[in-house]
């Protein structure tokens, strides 16, 4: 891991240089800001308060986009291949990255609180600190599924293809866009079946409900920690440095196997849960809130 | 052998169906520049990266600098220096950041100043010119200077100078002769004659995964007789036969539609050859002649042309 620091480094100057970065890892998450706190709870601080889980949620989930491109375009360029006549292991490359990536997504991060806090006057954050372990292990989780799926695709094409799959279910049964509470039955079985469902519920629940302590957060924490560990250890596993060498048969049942922790946590919580109605009445106490504070102001 | 740094014994590899080295031999001494010269798709590149620890072998057994690739490419990483045949850097990583970049990957006392390596190479107007704004010859430059960030005991250049223009491709020439004076251990690839013959001591002919021939550029032009090189084109074709027995000529034969004839009495053969070819109411198109060189080897060994 001796040459990880410099390789972040590469990866931070060279990320601050892509156009393509600014779009998607600040243009956008603002742009989601502003559509949520201004239009969707109209400025109301009760109702930003609420809606914070979800947006942040939106801009760690991200990571996967452009780690899963600028990796397979390192492949698909040659320039992993110059890296692995160096003593360069897969290791490093992939910490590298999901270190990179997390430095250069919390300043987002901190910027929605701030504006939150300063342009949308939101007083009272709940529980603070769990909501920031909860974006490190969210940040950090999204970028490990970015390596998998660089490490299930030969082409940029395939790589977007399966972008898309992922971060259409992701950003909406998850509670991302539309409140879980919005979602019919069926949807909110699904959804927890999705890591992007627990870190926006564990987000929500630790900085909108009141009393929410660290000890809410386990399971949320829990498994998105878990999976980011296993994702990462299965990338290491399955990096290919070649550009013409082609994903094996195997890499594909192996990371089906990532999937395996959610779909047990899943049934779990669909059988056990409460996940869903602490969301629901999380959206009701917004809409009596809602009427009450307005006539007051 | 006095020193040898490097040795392949029988190695073999094969990608699917296609047996792209099979059964190569050979051993670099230290501060030796080492040949591998063949036709594209004859194994050289399959061979090196296998020597570099890209690539595993099927079989056969490799040492460099007392590693075995396979067994601890970590260590032997530290040992060696590449440029390689397609690679890239990021487009937007500046010249002197990739040297600064690859040389932190290697020990402290190891390492090679950046500075040193930019004026060297001829590339300090370009220190902070991204890695996508640099000319073809700039960018093999900074490969080459990058090959020497650790001050490496062996260097692998493969295909140093292809896809380059002449001028250019003497500079890299300049460069790999200066090496040779430091007198660093160099595997180097290619399928120039002139690049074989100016640069290295010695050259292994590679063809179809098989060394065919291997010794000094001299040695191995001694082998085919030293003999001038007449390259004609006629009319009609010709029988090899006849060519053979005419005066003043050691050997003909027909390679891609031209007919190559060997001779050490150049103008009796060519005179020879002009009546012989009047008389049978044929006729010259075009004639060439070339002093002896590797290429005469290499259609002597396998009755085919080394470039494309």
Known sequence: ?297 | MANPVLEVENLVKSYGDVRAVRGVSFSVCEGEVFGLLGPNGAGKTSTVEILEGLRTADSGRVSVCGFDPAVSPEELKHEIGAALQSTSLPDKLRVMEALKLFGSFYRHHRRRNPEDLLRRFGLEEKRNAFYSQLSGGQKQRLALAMALVNDPKVLFFDEPTSGLDPQVRREIYDIIEELRRENKTIVLTTHYIEEAERLCDRVAIIDHGQVIALGSPRELKAHSGGATRIEVRLAKPEANGDLKTLEGVADAREVDGAYVIHSHRPPQAIVAMVKHLEARGNELVSLEIATPSLEDVFIELTGRRLRD
Not at chain 1, 94 to 118: D, E, H
Not at chain 1, 200 to 223: K, M, N, Q, T, Y
């Open chain 1, 1 to 297: 891991m001796r040459n990880f620091g410099s390789l972040t480094r590469m990866r931070i100057a060279l990320t601050l240089r892509n156009r393509m970065f600014l779009f998607f890892s600040v243009v956008m998450p603002f742009a989601f800001f502003f559509l949520y706190a201004g239009v969707f709870a109209k400025s109301n601080p009760y109702a930003v308060r609420f809606f914070l889980g979800p947006i942040l949620s939106l801009t760690v989930m991200g990571s996967f986009w452009g780690l899963s491109a600028a990796l397979v375009t390192f492949r698909e360029q040659g320039i992993l291949r110059r890296f692995h006549v160096t003593p360069v292991t897969a290791g490093d490359m992939l910490a590298s990255s999901v270190v990179a990536n997390f430095i250069l997504i919390m300043p987002t991060v901190i910027l929605q609180f701030l504006f939150a806090r300063f342009l949308f006057h939101v007083t009272d954050f709940g529980n603070l600190g769990v909501a920031f372990v909860l974006l490190a292990a969210g940040t950090i989780s999204f970028a490990a599924l970015g390596l998998v799926v660089a490490s299930v695709t030969n082409t940029m094409q395939e790589t977007q293809v399966i972008n898309q799959l992922l971060w259409l279910p992701l950003i909406f049964l998850s509670g991302a866009t539309f409140p879980l509470a919005f979602l019919p039955a069926v949807a909110q079985k699904f959804a927890l079946f999705l890591p992007a469902t627990y870190l926006v519920e564990g987000l929500r629940h630790s900085i909108f409900d009141p009393g929410a302590s660290a000890w809410d957060a386990r399971v949320a924490f829990g498994s998105l920690v878990f999976w980011a560990v296993l994702t990462f250890f299965l990338s290491v596993q399955l990096f290919r440095w070649e550009p013409e060498s082609k994903v094996p048969r195997r890499a594909k049942l192996l990371v089906a196997a990532t999937a395996i922790p959610f779909l047990l946590l899943g049934i779990w919580e669909n059988s056990y849960g409460h996940i869903p109605q602490q969301a629901s009445a999380a959206f009701e106490s917004l809409t009596t809130a809602g009427h009450h504070s307005t006539p007051q102001k």
